[in-house]
Structures are given as structure tokens and as C-alpha cells.
């Protein structure tokens, strides 16, 4: 197993994007979040959250003779047939593997296909590298509360594994370019799915929307005079000061804050076209909106742009064949609805989409579903990403004693942290390559 320290000195975490990561590193400070400079552009970074923990070994198979054979042996009565898996043609690990997707996904093959799609294989958060004897022995040091949902959860908005903090590495990108936001100024941090710790930082935090747009007091613009009482009654609320009382000074204070960035959001988004037609669910509403803000992004006085979405019910004890089927589907057809939305806006070079997931679930079965795992299967997207490949490596899928990487009922150890994806991201995002260690200081591990 390559160290992390190794695979930065190698360069190969410079293949996960276009623009590379430095080989050089500053030592990171004590601090959470540290202080970063990042060189503004025109750039943004969805991320989706799987949340549950995605059995990703069912989404990403080998189909190669061998290695399906250990795949079909592991999973039981889990594993998909070989001949409804959906290739994907023209690729072949260093090993000589071939793979299939999940059939639910064909919009992702076919962005694969088309080279704006990639996976990355047995990613996990991690504090350094670990083997079979390490972890089995005790002196491994591990993510606090390995398989434990909140914490793995937190762990993948934060890359911080060995410690546990309400800060993200999206709130670092806010501190940096938005110091002393002023009042009226949205957050280039959106959240699509409300408070979260990625976006989270030393002095900033992100801006709520829904799949509709921006949340304020909207007043029926149809003239009446019931309509005009209560605009002039909210207005007057709002031009109303408490001066001896802090409570609703303060309240007051939030709320002419929060309705005036709401009318500067809905202004800014309120004519953009998205020629792209999306379904109904709730993930491909969400993205076209981010597409929508992405290219309102002049209007909103933002360059760079974070967005965060929760997409849940992975945690599939129980009925995972038909749950994950549907699941994989919708994730797919709006993934494919949003990269198609962004190329036809003509700001596919400015966005990279990627997803986690809580972590990966054990290879072997519970019965009818599987349980809570560590490695597991990503991916990312976008016109920067050079797609159809598969970094990493993907792992054996045999159990026990013939897998170097279980540690027991299917669990794998990752052999690619989220600190080297994310390092990548970030530097692409125009983070200075001085501070990615300071932003992830377990890359030194």
C-alpha cells in the first residue's frame, strides 16, 4: 500500500483533474479550518450526499471472469447478474478488469461514455494509512466512530477523521473569498438541504434555498387592499426599532437581512432560463436550480460558487435490491439531466459535481440487505473531470483470509482517502498549493 505522503510526492493525485497538486507542502497550523488564499474564478462544486451509506459494490462491479466470480461469491444472494450490468466499454483497470454499472444507471454510462464522468474506488475518510494488522491489532488510528453514521457523516464534510469539528472545507473556501461579508451579501456557500458543517467556517456559513428558490415574505403582487395592508404592515414592521429591547432588535435585524438577500436572490434568478427539461424528483429539482444559480452567478456578485445536497434513505438494512434499483435510477437521471442543463448554458467548464456517501456497506449479506462498512465506490463529474476512468484501485471483492483489506463480514479498509479527492478538488477550485495541506493536514500522514 502506496503512503498518502507517496501518492502526493508521486503526483498522482494530479491525474484526478486537469490542473494538478503541487508536490510541495507547507506544514498545516493548529486550527480547524485554517486560514487559506484561493484565486478567484469562475468555478463551482456540487456536492450530493449520499446519506445512509450507498452499497456502492453493487453500483460499480467488475464483470471480468475472475473477478466477478469473487464478486458473485462474496455478495450471495445480493449480487447482480452479470448480463444486466451496463458496461463500461473501453476501460480496463491495470489489472485487466473489465465493469459494469448498476442496469438503473444509464445515464451515467453514458457520461462516462462520453468522458465527463469518472469513479474514484475504496475511498473512505482515513488519518493514515492502515493494514489488515494494524486495524486488527488495535494500533491503527482510525476515524473516530468507524461506522457510526453521525460521525462518518461529519467525517466526509469535514476530511477531519481525527477530530471532531463543526467546520468544512467549503466554510474555509467562504472565509477566504467572503471575509466580512457584508449584510446584504448572499453566501457563495447554497444549501439545498439547510444547516450543514461543509459549509460551515471560522466567520461564514451558507445560504438556505429549496428546488423553488430563495425563502422570504413574498406578498400577493395583485392589487388589492388586502394585499396593500400587508405590505405596508411588514414594512412598518421592519422599519420598526427596539432600541431598548436587544431580543427583537436582533430578530428584526435577521429578519430585514434574510428578506433582503431573498428579494436580491429571486431577482438575480428570476429570468434565467434552463432549457434542459428535469423530472419530478426531488434530487433533479435541486440541481436545476443549482444550474440556475450557477448562472446567476454575476447577478449574485459571486465567483466561485459551493453547493450542498442531501439526498437520503441509503441505509439499506433491509430490501436493498429493489430501494437501491430505484435510488441509483433517480441519482442517475439527474445527474444526467444536470451535466446536460450545464452544457447547454455553456458553464459545463466551470462546474465539477461529486458524491459521498456515509461509507461503503459489507460486502457480505444480513439476509436481505447489508450492513455499515468503511471503503467504498464514488464518483465526480463535469467537463474538467477527465472521465471514463476509474481511479484508485478497485479493491479485491474476495472475504477473510483471502482479502488483505477485510477485516471482517466484508468491511474494507480504503486505499484512497478523502483527503487526496478532496485535495484535488480544492486545487482545481484554485485553492494555492501551499495550503492544501493546511486544509487537510492528514495528507502528511
Known amino acids: 500500500m502506496i503512503s498518502r505522503r507517496q501518492f502526493i510526492q508521486a503526483g498522482a493525485a494530479t491525474s484526478l483533474l486537469a490542473t494538478g497538486i503541487a508536490p510541495s507542502f507547507a506544514l498545516p497550523q493548529r486550527r480547524a479550518v485554517p486560514a487559506i488564499s484561493i484565486r478567484p474564478q469562475k468555478k463551482a462544486l456540487v456536492f450530493i450526499m449520499l446519506d445512509g451509506g450507498n452499497d456502492s459494490f453493487n453500483m460499480l462491479v467488475p464483470t471480468s471472469a475472475d473477478a466477478y466470480a469473487e464478486y458473485r461469491n462474496s455478495r450471495s444472494n445480493l449480487a447482480l447478474q452479470n448480463d444486466q450490468l451496463r458496461p463500461l466499454a473501453g476501460f480496463k483497470d491495470s489489472q485487466g478488469r473489465s465493469f459494469g454499472l448498476h442496469e438503473s444507471m444509464p445515464e451515467v454510462q453514458q457520461l462516462f461514455a462520453d468522458k465527463q464522468l469518472a469513479f474514484i474506488a475504496n475511498i473512505g475518510p482515513m488519518i493514515e494509512p492502515v493494514t489488515k494488522a494494524s486495524y486488527l491489532s488495535g494500533e491503527a488510528r482510525i476515524p473516530l466512530g468507524l461506522l457510526s453514521h453521525a460521525d462518518q457523516f461529519k467525517h466526509w464534510q469535514t476530511s477531519r477523521p481525527d477530530i471532531r469539528i463543526n467546520q468544512g472545507w467549503f466554510g474555509a473556501f467562504a472565509d477566504a473569498l467572503q471575509p466580512g461579508r457584508a449584510a446584504t451579501q448572499i453566501s457563495m456557500n447554497v444549501s439545498l438541504s439547510g444547516s450543514n458543517i461543509m459549509q460551515n467556517g471560522a466567520s461564514s456559513n451558507h445560504y438556505s434555498i429549496t428546488d423553488k428558490g430563495s425563502i422570504g415574505l413574498v406578498v400577493n403582487e395583485e392589487a388589492s387592499p388586502l394585499n396593500q395592508a ?119 467548464e466551470q462546474v465539477v459535481t461529486f458524491t459521498g456517501s456515509d461509507f461503503g456497506r459489507t460486502l457480505t449479506s444480513n439476509g436481505n440487505g447489508t450492513d455499515h462498512g468503511w471503503g467504498g465506490n464514488t464518483l465526480m463529474m463535469g467537463a474538467a473531470v477527465p472521465g471514463g476512468q476509474i481511479f484508485g484501485d478497485y479493491p479485491s471483492l474476495a472475504l477473510e483470509d483471502e482479502n488483505p483489506l477485510d477485516v471482517g463480514n466484508g468491511v474494507l479498509i480504503p486505499t484512497l482517502s478523502t483527503d487526496m479527492l478532496y485535495a484535488a478538488l480544492a486545487n482545481w477550485f484554485g485553492v494555492a498549493a501551499t495550503d492544501i495541506a493546511r486544509l487537510f493536514p492528514n495528507l502528511n500522514s
Open 230 to 348: 400587508l405590505l405596508d404592515s411588514f414594512e412598518n414592521l421592519l422599519n420598526t426599532e427596539y432600541h431598548n429591547d436587544p431580543f427583537k432588535k436582533t430578530y428584526l435585524n435577521l429578519t430585514r437581512e434574510a428578506q433582503t438577500q431573498h428579494e436580491i436572490f429571486r431577482s438575480a434568478t428570476a429570468n434565467i432560463p434552463v432549457p434542459t427539461a428535469f423530472s419530478d424528483s426531488d434530487l433533479s429539482q435541486q440541481l436545476r436550480k443549482v444550474a440556475q444559480t450557477i448562472k446567476a452567478a454575476d447577478s449574485l456578485n459571486h465567483q466561485q460558487q459551493t453547493f450542498f445536497i442531501r439526498y437520503g434513505g441509503w441505509d439499506h438494512h433491509d430490501e436493498l435490491l429493489n430501494n437501491h434499483a430505484r435510488m441509483l435510477g433517480v441519482l442517475s437521471k439527474a445527474l444526467g439531466e444536470f451535466q446536460t442543463a450545464l452544457n447547454a448554458m455553456e458553464i459545463a
